[in-house]
């Protein structure tokens, strides 16, 4: 069993920078493939970001490519992920999601994963 819990959304204008973090009990942490996921009103739940279990391999979704950065501190057992160059249609619920890094599936689908966080909201303005 691994608890997640997301932080560091809010509210900020296009072009702003935000960084959130996801801190996890529970289990080993390095044990776990960790990926960021978003989910906006009327909405599916969509692939951000997600990190080997290492942090020596990240995958990106091409609309956030060049602007997001995931990273993880195993020592911390705390994943985050970078937004810069913020728009306006990055505006959703964000999630931080956990699966066992032997565990089969795409790491772009929500159902590959087995622990969620609660969500932190990022709204940015335009």
């Known amino acids: 069993q691994v608890l997640l819990v997301d932080s560091g959304g809010g509210l900020v204008q296009a072009g702003g920078s935000l960084r959130l973090s996801c801190a996890a009990s529970g289990r080993t942490f390095s044990d776990y493939f960790m990926g960021w996921f978003r989910q906006a009103p009327g909405k599916e739940r969509e692939f951000v970001a997600a990190s080997h279990r290492r942090g020596d391999t990240s995958y990106y979704a091409e609309s956030v490519k060049g602007r997001f950065t995931i990273s993880r501190d195993n020592a911390k057992n705390t994943v985050y992920l970078q937004m810069n160059s913020l728009k306006p249609e990055d505006t959703a619920l964000y999630h931080c999601?956990?699966?066992?890094?032997?565990?089969?599936?795409?790491?772009?689908?929500?159902?590959?994963?087995?622990?969620w966080g609660q969500g932190t909201q990022v709204t940015v303005s335009s």
């Open positions: 999601a956990a699966r066992i890094y032997y565990s089969s599936g795409p790491y772009y689908s929500p159902s590959a994963y087995y622990y």
